[in-house]
Structure formats: structure tokens, C-alpha cells
């Protein structure tokens, strides 16, 4: 496609579900970023793949968090038993130098 | 450290230049960036500056880094109601691949 899309754009859940959020990034980028962005605040950075292998995930907060990318295009973003705290918009990048960012899917945890 | 600050507000009539600045604490950042995000919507690069360079335009946009100071700024010159709007600076290391971090962002009211 000619840009960054993440589906779906909006997700309602109720704490303690399990939600998966999807990147797909443009054609041939090889690295892939997650970051989160609170309310309020700069995007903060989750984990970046190198091809579909997970180069750094330190920016997951802890281990209900997890992400995978299993052919090298398409990721998905995993978490489990939900929180409150986790309500944010997780935005997706693929890049060079240039990271270019999807639109972002709204996470609200109810 | 990685630490990157950004005042919250401006507001500038239509027409004036609008001056945007960021502080950050890293002296190893490679490149510095800023990004746009209007509402609703995913972030979009404005410009970016190797950390080599002192200056930068691109038509209606000039980066100034001071890396002396650790201190970087965005003017937008003739500011259009268009240009309202949230500002990020944002930071990488030369870490091979870029991690980006972010400054709290400049929300920007431009007014008739």
C-alpha cells in the first residue's frame, strides 16, 4: 500500500481482555517500530523489528505485552488481561532514516 | 540520559513566524526530528537535521540546532491556520537502528 495502516483504528475492551493490534507497514520496509502515545504526551517507544526477528524490546512495560512479525511484513502488537493503564493510541512506523507512522489505533480499556 | 522537554503552548496570529523550541540531554543524538500531528491523526516528518549541521530549510521551515546548548528549534515562517497543530521534537543515537525519543509536544494555535 502507499503508506502505514494499523486496524482497527478504534478498539473498546473491558479490563482483562486480551486484544491484538495490526501493523501493516509499507512494501519493502525492513524495520518496524511500536511505540505508545498517552494522552497528553510524545510517543513512547515499545519494541522495533529487524526483519521478523525482534532487534529491542525494551520499551515493552511488561509481559503482557508482546509482538510478533512472523514474515517480516506485517505485525502484531499482543496483550494480555488488559489494564486501564494500557488505554492509549499504539502507533506503528516502518522506516529508514525516516520512520513514517500510521495512523495509530485508539485503545480505550474500560 | 534520554530526556527531551518542549514547551506546551503557542499561540501566534496568522501570517507571523512561529518559533518552536526543544531541549534535550543526550549529547551522543545523531539526528533530531520534528513531526506534526494534527488531530486525530498519525504523526507526519516535517524535517530532520543531522546532528553535524547547525542549520537546515525547507521552503517555509528552518531547523536551528545548537548543540552546544542541547537546544533545538523550528520556525515556520507566513503561519497559516493550517499549520495548528501538535509539534514533537524528537531524538536517535547512532544505536544502528533508530529509536526514536519524543518531547511532550508544542501544541500550536494559530489564529485569524
Known amino acids: 500500500g502507499a503508506g502505514v495502516s494499523q486496524t482497527p483504528s478504534n478498539k473498546v475492551t473491558e479490563k482483562g481482555k486480551y486484544v491484538e493490534l495490526r501493523c501493516d507497514p509499507i512494501?519493502?520496509?525492513?524495520?518496524l517500530y511500536w511505540y505508545r502515545q498517552s494522552l497528553g504526551q510524545g510517543p513512547e517507544f515499545l519494541i522495533y523489528?529487524?526483519?521478523?526477528?525482534?532487534?529491542?524490546d525494551s520499551g515493552l512495560p511488561n509481559d503482557r505485552f508482546f509482538a510478533v512479525r512472523p514474515e517480516g511484513s506485517v505485525s502484531t502488537l499482543k496483550i494480555q488481561r488488559t489494564e486501564r493503564g494500557d488505554s492509549a493510541v499504539y502507533l506503528c512506523?516502518?522506516?529508514?532514516?525516516?520512520?513514517?507512522f500510521g495512523p495509530g489505533t485508539r485503545l480505550t480499556v474500560t | 540520559g534520554e530526556d527531551v522537554e518542549q514547551s506546551l503552548f503557542l499561540s501566534v496570529r496568522e501570517g507571523d513566524s512561529s518559533v518552536i523550541n526543544c531541549t534535550y540531554t543526550?549529547?551522543?543524538?545523531?539526528?533530531l526530528y520534528w513531526y506534526k500531528q494534527e488531530p486525530g491523526a498519525g504523526l507526519q516528518l516535517l524535517t530532520y537535521?543531522?546532528?553535524?549541521?547547525d542549520m537546515k530549510q525547507d521552503q517555509r521551515l528552518t531547523v536551528l540546532l545548537n548543540k552546544k546548548d542541547k537546544h533545538l528549534s523550528l520556525r515556520i515562517a507566513d503561519t497559516q491556520t493550517g499549520d495548528s497543530a501538535i509539534y514533537f521534537c524528537?531524538?536517535?543515537?547512532?544505536?544502528?537502528?533508530?529509536?526514536?525519543?519524543f518531547g511532550t509536544g508544542t501544541r500550536l494555535l494559530v489564529s485569524p
Open positions: 512506523a516502518g522506516s529508514g532514516r525516516e520512520q513514517y
Open positions: 512494501s519493502g520496509h525492513t524495520a
Open positions: 523489528f529487524q526483519g521478523t526477528g525482534a532487534a529491542d
Open positions: 543526550d549529547s551522543s543524538s545523531t539526528y
Open positions: 537535521i543531522f546532528s553535524n549541521m
Open positions: 524528537a531524538e536517535t543515537y547512532n544505536t544502528g537502528f533508530q529509536k526514536l525519543v
